[in-house]
């Protein structure tokens, strides 16, 4: 008897899931439908993918508008997400067959999709881009080899970025152009002296893999040579690191845990803290320092080893044309459009560096206010001191930069000495690149 | 420690609970205790509630929770923060995943524990094995040959590659649940019902079905929150802004190379948690059920 009762009360709930499914279906079912009514008007769909957050969305949704406008028969759809997701879902799409036709991609990342024949070359084919207006010392920053596999999308260089109002308060002067690592160390101390120890005069660069490039860069030497090996020896390493533990020991380079916070980006940074008075840092990240600090931030030039700063023009980001694309001659038109175009760079703005092209650059430095206007004098009264720029780096830079974060963290927190931890550094990183 | 962590485990125990004074003292410091407890694991919530409130300038410099100069920009700057469509859209597009994944699961995950676990058929115990494998293999060894296949069949940024596996059973974790429950129903129940004329189909809709409802609100509301939650698959599968989830919205607002916009973030992050919140607060009971009475007993 029990038993026949409950199957009619229980019906209901069967019932429900039986309506839920057929609801499930038809929704399904739609979706499939509105998917194929894509490409029946005659117009070229061109996929453009991105890194950056919604401001930058912005900026390049009204640059994307612009070019659309002036090429009828084109649509762009735009995927963007952040940095690190974005790596990740290129590499499955790349991985899939499925990568957008225009890319924007990382200088660390452009040997191994360039090697894995991902990218088409712009010089010449299908793809071809006339890109006679950058700098071409600077534009084969995207060369492979012999082809040119991406072309910069933007310019940054090295700098250190400096808390103005901080040091007028200690009474300490803000370095000038051509000072020496010595008076990094002189200065550091006056900051922390005078502020009473509750403010170092920089944050520590020894995790900072791109400041150890500067440092080698100034000696005549580099991080890899031609072929993709590392291109210094431990002594090299060494050397850096004892400079920066000094630093560290006499007060003038924050201590191991503030130094840590470096990895979290601008907002929460020592210089973001008040924690100390100055950063290495290129200097497209000037605007997201300003943000985070009530201070006045000034850009200086890196210090100098007999007269040469080892600083370089480098690419902030590059876009290259996917080999997969089914439109490779508008993709181009598209990225022509992007490093070339007056019109680009009004919209884009200088979220991701200095303008490509130079003579639209000239314009825009000219125009340029507020933190935008730092950033332009400020390369442009340093063009004289940028070192050539050299090749992209190889597959395995992206480990090396957090290896160095690793091992420099370990021997400030004291756990291993520096030559221990420059011998740990040369053999994990001859490791991670030879894979 | 030792008091109050037997505290944690028991509760006050009833013996002291009932005399005077020293039963008192014991009940004050046990619920002092949990007090302190609850505050540890509360405070990011409270912050994050009170950051939402914060103008930008003090999220950064000040420690303290709560805002000194309130504001409700966070909200509206977070609601607009991408170019042609508002985080409302976001939520629309989670919702409709999450409810039909949820939907999927149900129905597909039930039909195979009960094959699992009451029919027999040839390959039985093998094939279950194989499924319980295919809880152990990672995510990532997966996504690439599935992108892949997604592609051929053209589905990408549309809803299918995140919803069609669900109606096709490939949750196992939730199927092993499903099967480990229905075990657990005594089989002279199906023999009655076959004798009442009931052949496979009926036995599982109105016999096993719903004497499975404990694990099957469990299933629905774990279903939910992980899709609901899941950013990965949605971020691989979604290219254009109007086909955006929650989960890749918020991640828009901190970005390494540019702004992190914390405000903003933490203002969607509470709407977020909202519905998450809620399907628990609404299911919660029944979960408890679920946990307490396991189908029929003796």
Redesign the interface.
């Given at each position: 008897m029990r038993?026949?009762v409950?199957?009619t009360?229980?019906?209901k709930?069967?019932t429900a899931?039986i309506a839920?499914?057929a609801?499930?279906?038809s929704?399904?079912l739609t979706?499939?439908g509105?998917?194929?009514g894509g490409s029946g008007d005659g117009k070229v769909h061109l996929?453009f993918?991105w890194?950056?957050?919604?401001?930058?969305?912005?900026s390049t949704?009204a640059a994307i508008k612009l070019f659309e406008k002036a090429h009828p028969t084109i649509e762009v759809?735009?995927?963007?997400?952040?940095?690190?997701?974005y790596n990740?879902?290129l590499a499955?799409?790349i991985?899939?067959?499925?990568a957008?036709d225009l890319i924007q991609i990382d200088w660390g990342n452009q040997s191994q999709y360039a090697r894995s024949n991902t990218l088409l070359d712009l010089s010449s084919g299908a793809a071809k881009v006339d890109f006679s207006g950058l700098d071409p010392a600077f534009a084969s920053s995207g060369k492979d080899g012999d082809k040119q596999v991406a072309l910069p999308f933007g310019q940054t260089t090295q700098s250190f970025v400096v808390d103005e109002t901080e040091l007028k308060s200690l009474g300490v002067p803000v370095p000038e152009a051509g000072w020496t690592w010595d008076d990094v160390a002189t200065f550091g101390k006056a900051v922390h002296d005078r502020s009473k120890g509750e403010v170092a005069g920089l944050s520590d660069p020894g995790t900072t893999w791109a400041a150890f490039q500067s440092w080698l860069y100034q000696r005549g030497k580099d991080l890899y040579t031609k072929d993709g090996r590392l291109g210094f020896t431990q002594a090299d390493l060494e050397g850096f690191w004892n400079f920066c533990a000094g630093l560290r020991k006499s007060g003038a380079a924050t201590p191991a845990n503030q130094t840590a916070t470096l990895a979290n980006?601008?907002?929460?940074d020592p210089l973001?803290?008040n924690t100390a008075a100055a950063e290495w840092d290129y200097d497209?990240?000037y605007?997201?320092h300003a943000?985070?600090n009530?201070d006045h931030l000034v850009l200086v030039p890196l210090p100098t080893v007999g007269g040469k700063t080892g600083m370089y023009a480098k690419p902030?980001m590059l876009l290259s044309v996917y080999a997969g694309s089914k439109h490779p001659k508008e993709a181009a038109e598209l990225l022509s459009f992007l490093v070339n175009d007056p019109k680009a760079a009004g919209a884009l703005g200088t979220?991701r560096g200095l303008f490509p092209n130079l003579g639209v650059r000239k314009s825009q430095t000219a125009s340029a206010t507020g933190d935008d206007k730092v950033v332009s004098d400020y390369e442009a009264a340093n063009a004289a001191r940028l070192s050539p720029t050299p090749t992209a780096p190889p597959k395995g830079d992206g480990q090396l930069i957090t290896l160095m974060q690793r091992i420099y963290g370990g021997i400030s927190f004291g756990q291993q000495s520096v030559a221990a931890g420059a011998k740990d550094f040369m053999a994990q990183a001859q490791q991670a690149l030879a894979k | 420690m030792s008091e109050s962590d037997q505290a944690l485990r028991g509760g006050p125990p009833a013996l002291f609970g009932r005399h005077g004074g020293r039963g008192r003292g014991r009940s004050l410091l046990w619920h002092l205790s949990v007090i302190v407890v609850v505050l540890v694991v509360v405070y990011p919530v409270i912050w994050m509630i009170g950051t939402s409130f914060k103008p930008a300038t003090e999220i950064v410099t000040s420690n303290r929770p709560w805002p000194l100069h309130g504001t409700l920009k966070n909200f509206s700057a977070g609601w607009d923060a991408n170019p042609g469509v508002t985080f409302g859209h976001f939520f629309m597009n989670s919702l409709v995943i999450s409810v039909l994944a949820v939907a999927g699961t149900l129905l597909s995950c039930s039909l195979a524990a009960y094959a699992f676990a009451r029919l027999s058929f040839p390959g039985r115990s093998a094939l279950f094995a194989v499924m319980v494998v295919t809880i152990l293999l990672p995510y990532h060894v997966l996504i690439v040959p599935q992108y892949a296949i997604f592609k051929t069949f053209g589905w990408i940024n549309t809803d299918l590659p995140v919803v069609v596996p669900k109606f096709l059973a490939t949750e196992a974790f939730f199927i092993f649940l499903m099967v480990q429950f229905m075990r657990g129903i005594p089989k002279e129940i199906d023999d009655a019902a076959r004798v009442d004329g009931c052949g496979p189909y009926r036995t599982f809709l109105w016999v096993l079905l719903p004497l499975t409802r404990p694990a099957l609100i469990t299933s629905a509301i774990f279903a939910f929150i992980w899709t609901w939650n899941d950013f990965f698959t949605q971020l691989v599968y979604f290219n254009n802004t109007d086909k955006f989830t929650v989960p890749i919205g918020l991640s828009l607002f901190v970005d390494q190379t540019g702004m992190t916009s914390y405000g903003p973030m933490m203002a969607m992050s509470i709407l977020a948690l909202l519905p998450v919140f809620l399907f628990f607060l609404a299911f919660q009971r029944l979960l408890v059920d679920g946990a307490t009475s396991s189908g029929l007993k003796g």
């Amino acid at each position: 008897m029990r038993i026949r009762v409950a199957p009619t009360r229980r019906s209901k709930l069967a019932t429900a899931v039986i309506a839920a499914t057929a609801v499930a279906a038809s929704l399904t079912l739609t979706a499939c439908g509105g998917e194929s009514g894509g490409s029946g008007d005659g117009k070229v769909h061109l996929s453009f993918s991105w890194w950056g957050d919604a401001s930058r969305a912005k900026s390049t949704e009204a640059a994307i508008k612009l070019f659309e406008k002036a090429h009828p028969t084109i649509e762009v759809g735009t995927q963007y997400a952040q940095f690190g997701p974005y790596n990740q879902k290129l590499a499955t799409q790349i991985a899939g067959g499925g990568a957008p036709d225009l890319i924007q991609i990382d200088w660390g990342n452009q040997s191994q999709y360039a090697r894995s024949n991902t990218l088409l070359d712009l010089s010449s084919g299908a793809a071809k881009v006339d890109f006679s207006g950058l700098d071409p010392a600077f534009a084969s920053s995207g060369k492979d080899g012999d082809k040119q596999v991406a072309l910069p999308f933007g310019q940054t260089t090295q700098s250190f970025v400096v808390d103005e109002t901080e040091l007028k308060s200690l009474g300490v002067p803000v370095p000038e152009a051509g000072w020496t690592w010595d008076d990094v160390a002189t200065f550091g101390k006056a900051v922390h002296d005078r502020s009473k120890g509750e403010v170092a005069g920089l944050s520590d660069p020894g995790t900072t893999w791109a400041a150890f490039q500067s440092w080698l860069y100034q000696r005549g030497k580099d991080l890899y040579t031609k072929d993709g090996r590392l291109g210094f020896t431990q002594a090299d390493l060494e050397g850096f690191w004892n400079f920066c533990a000094g630093l560290r020991k006499s007060g003038a380079a924050t201590p191991a845990n503030q130094t840590a916070t470096l990895a979290n980006g601008p907002a929460e940074d020592p210089l973001a803290k008040n924690t100390a008075a100055a950063e290495w840092d290129y200097d497209s990240i000037y605007a997201s320092h300003a943000a985070a600090n009530k201070d006045h931030l000034v850009l200086v030039p890196l210090p100098t080893v007999g007269g040469k700063t080892g600083m370089y023009a480098k690419p902030s980001m590059l876009l290259s044309v996917y080999a997969g694309s089914k439109h490779p001659k508008e993709a181009a038109e598209l990225l022509s459009f992007l490093v070339n175009d007056p019109k680009a760079a009004g919209a884009l703005g200088t979220s991701r560096g200095l303008f490509p092209n130079l003579g639209v650059r000239k314009s825009q430095t000219a125009s340029a206010t507020g933190d935008d206007k730092v950033v332009s004098d400020y390369e442009a009264a340093n063009a004289a001191r940028l070192s050539p720029t050299p090749t992209a780096p190889p597959k395995g830079d992206g480990q090396l930069i957090t290896l160095m974060q690793r091992i420099y963290g370990g021997i400030s927190f004291g756990q291993q000495s520096v030559a221990a931890g420059a011998k740990d550094f040369m053999a994990q990183a001859q490791q991670a690149l030879a894979k | 420690m030792s008091e109050s962590d037997q505290a944690l485990r028991g509760g006050p125990p009833a013996l002291f609970g009932r005399h005077g004074g020293r039963g008192r003292g014991r009940s004050l410091l046990w619920h002092l205790s949990v007090i302190v407890v609850v505050l540890v694991v509360v405070y990011p919530v409270i912050w994050m509630i009170g950051t939402s409130f914060k103008p930008a300038t003090e999220i950064v410099t000040s420690n303290r929770p709560w805002p000194l100069h309130g504001t409700l920009k966070n909200f509206s700057a977070g609601w607009d923060a991408n170019p042609g469509v508002t985080f409302g859209h976001f939520f629309m597009n989670s919702l409709v995943i999450s409810v039909l994944a949820v939907a999927g699961t149900l129905l597909s995950c039930s039909l195979a524990a009960y094959a699992f676990a009451r029919l027999s058929f040839p390959g039985r115990s093998a094939l279950f094995a194989v499924m319980v494998v295919t809880i152990l293999l990672p995510y990532h060894v997966l996504i690439v040959p599935q992108y892949a296949i997604f592609k051929t069949f053209g589905w990408i940024n549309t809803d299918l590659p995140v919803v069609v596996p669900k109606f096709l059973a490939t949750e196992a974790f939730f199927i092993f649940l499903m099967v480990q429950f229905m075990r657990g129903i005594p089989k002279e129940i199906d023999d009655a019902a076959r004798v009442d004329g009931c052949g496979p189909y009926r036995t599982f809709l109105w016999v096993l079905l719903p004497l499975t409802r404990p694990a099957l609100i469990t299933s629905a509301i774990f279903a939910f929150i992980w899709t609901w939650n899941d950013f990965f698959t949605q971020l691989v599968y979604f290219n254009n802004t109007d086909k955006f989830t929650v989960p890749i919205g918020l991640s828009l607002f901190v970005d390494q190379t540019g702004m992190t916009s914390y405000g903003p973030m933490m203002a969607m992050s509470i709407l977020a948690l909202l519905p998450v919140f809620l399907f628990f607060l609404a299911f919660q009971r029944l979960l408890v059920d679920g946990a307490t009475s396991s189908g029929l007993k003796g």
